[in-house]
């Protein structure tokens, strides 16, 4: 139950410096050590599915929601004021829709207790639970591996706690949060953590986030951390029946990020992009005549091939390659045209699309083309273009 403004509040994230103790000082924060940890996780691992158990502020989902690799992103939070506070900062930005996505992203709030079964979250790649199985009374403890590890049987479950062991390093203080029920040391954490592996098929490794100080190397980590992973061959995709089964959480909130499989986005990202590969070609041909012209060697130079050497992109030599070999803008009147097949050799134009004749269609009405639909076309001394 990771929650940012209790950050500031706990003992262990607070800096409290007492007179009896020592200030600990963590950088980063240890909450955004923990936070890092799971962004370094899904980085390795590309998970597509991640649910977030406790998920409170949503700082996490923020943090990993620009990772390519994800398709659906789930927070779960008792406090329904908490998550639907959040719309805002998990919505899309323009920058979204002007580079938009490969992948389908969706992101889902729910309202709803991590130990209350929901099918909408079996299966997942990625399961998080930071900071949240303290926040659990004994009956609530019995249950989480129940329904986390034995029903929900996602293929990885990281779950971080607070370790304490290195409680005694902080000023005087029981529990580091009036809300939690418990604190384990090392021994009680792995202990449980095994049994649990154990019972559903799953292997355990124990780490953890915030370096102790120098010269207490015996206490562990601040946070203690286990990393379990689901033995034996990865859940198959549910069935439609399971899939309509047990719905007991309340969507507070849902958005689809704007992708590439997005027809409409896929068609407005290319018009966007072909129109500043034109315009700066536009540009350069038009300072290649002034330096041919004018002899004017303060400008850019012209290179042996006839191109005009700018800065700009850099290009891997098949790039490079690729480009030289493509058909060549050309202007003919007060006209400039750019062929399709060039603006194709260029990397970010063919990531949005690698076929001429898809290209047309995806640009018609977007961009004037020339009559045969061969080319891009913009006025030559347009200025306002």
Same mark, same amino acid.
């Given at each position: 139950?990771?929650?940012?403004?209790?950050?500031?509040?706990?003992?262990?994230?607070?800096?409290?410096?007492?007179?009896?103790?020592?200030?600990?000082?963590?950088?980063?924060? %240890?909450? *955004?050590?923990?936070?890092?940890?799971?962004?370094?996780?899904?980085? *390795?691992?590309?998970?597509?599915?991640?649910?977030?158990?406790?998920?409170?502020?949503? %700082?996490?989902?923020?943090?990993?929601?620009?990772? $390519?690799?994800?398709?659906?992103?789930?927070?779960?939070?008792?406090?329904?004021?908490?998550?639907?506070?959040?719309?805002?900062?998990?919505?899309?930005? $323009?920058?979204?829709?002007?580079?938009?996505?490969?992948?389908?992203?969706?992101?889902?709030?729910?309202?709803?207790? &991590?130990?209350? *079964?929901?099918?909408?979250?079996?299966?997942?790649?990625?399961?998080?639970?930071?900071? /949240?199985?303290?926040? /659990?009374? $004994? @009956? =609530?403890?019995?249950?989480?591996?129940?329904?986390?590890?034995?029903?929900?049987?996602?293929?990885?479950?990281?779950? $971080?706690?607070?370790?304490?062991?290195?409680?005694?390093?902080?000023?005087?203080?029981?529990?580091?949060?009036?809300?939690?029920?418990?604190?384990?040391?090392?021994?009680?954490?792995?202990?449980?953590?095994?049994?649990?592996?154990?019972?559903?098929?799953?292997?355990?490794?124990?780490?953890?986030?915030?370096?102790?100080?120098?010269?207490?190397?015996?206490?562990?980590?601040?946070?203690?951390?286990?990393?379990?992973?689901?033995?034996?061959?990865? &859940?198959?995709?549910?069935?439609?029946?399971? @899939?309509?089964?047990?719905?007991?959480?309340?969507?507070?909130?849902?958005?689809?990020?704007?992708?590439? @499989?997005?027809?409409?986005?896929?068609?407005?990202?290319?018009?966007?992009?072909?129109?500043?590969?034109?315009? +700066?070609? *536009?540009?350069?041909?038009?300072?290649?005549?002034?330096?041919?012209?004018?002899?004017?060697?303060?400008?850019?130079?012209?290179?042996?091939?006839? %191109?005009?050497?700018? +800065?700009?992109?850099?290009?891997?030599?098949?790039?490079?390659?690729?480009?030289?070999? &493509?058909?060549?803008?050309?202007?003919?009147?007060?006209?400039?045209?750019?062929?399709?097949?060039? %603006?194709?050799?260029?990397?970010?134009?063919?990531?949005?699309?690698?076929?001429?004749?898809?290209?047309?269609?995806?640009?018609?009405?977007?961009?004037?083309?020339?009559? =045969?639909?061969?080319?891009?076309?913009?006025?030559?001394?347009?200025?306002?273009?």
């Amino acid at each position: 139950m990771e929650q940012n403004n209790r950050e500031g509040s706990s003992v262990a994230d607070g800096n409290f410096d007492l007179p009896t103790k020592k200030t600990i000082n963590f950088f980063p924060p %240890l909450y *955004r050590q923990r936070y890092s940890f799971v962004n370094d996780l899904v980085n *390795r691992h590309k998970p597509k599915k991640v649910a977030d158990l406790g998920c409170g502020n949503a %700082l996490l989902i923020q943090m990993i929601k620009s990772h $390519s690799c994800l398709e659906l992103i789930v927070g779960v939070d008792i406090n329904e004021d908490k998550i639907g506070s959040q719309r805002c900062k998990l919505s899309p930005f $323009s920058g979204d829709y002007l580079s938009p996505r490969d992948l389908n992203l969706s992101i889902i709030l729910y309202h709803g207790s &991590a130990v209350e *079964r929901d099918s909408r979250l079996r299966g997942f790649d990625l399961v998080t639970c930071i900071e /949240l199985i303290e926040h /659990l009374d $004994s @009956q =609530d403890l019995a249950r989480f591996p129940k329904v986390v590890f034995g029903y929900l049987s996602p293929a990885m479950v990281v779950i $971080s706690t607070p370790n304490s062991d290195f409680n005694p390093l902080f000023p005087v203080v029981t529990l580091r949060d009036s809300d939690h029920k418990f604190e384990w040391n090392r021994k009680q954490f792995q202990t449980w953590a095994l049994g649990v592996a154990n019972f559903y098929n799953y292997s355990v490794e124990f780490t953890g986030v915030g370096e102790p100080p120098e010269g207490a190397g015996n206490v562990g980590y601040c946070t203690q951390i286990g990393v379990f992973r689901k033995i034996g061959a990865p &859940a198959t995709a549910l069935g439609a029946a399971e @899939q309509c089964g047990e719905h007991v959480y309340k969507v507070v909130y849902s958005v689809s990020y704007p992708s590439l @499989q997005q027809k409409e986005v896929r068609k407005l990202a290319l018009a966007n992009e072909v129109s500043r590969q034109v315009q +700066s070609m *536009r540009q350069s041909y038009i300072s290649g005549l002034s330096v041919l012209q004018n002899g004017d060697r303060q400008g850019p130079q012209v290179k042996g091939n006839g %191109l005009v050497a700018f +800065s700009g992109p850099v290009f891997t030599e098949l790039e490079k390659r690729n480009i030289e070999k &493509a058909p060549k803008p050309f202007c003919c009147g007060s006209k400039f045209y750019v062929p399709l097949e060039r %603006l194709l050799a260029y990397p970010k134009v063919h990531r949005l699309c690698d076929d001429a004749e898809a290209m047309r269609a995806l640009l018609e009405g977007t961009v004037r083309l020339s009559r =045969d639909g061969s080319a891009v076309t913009v006025d030559l001394h347009d200025d306002s273009q």
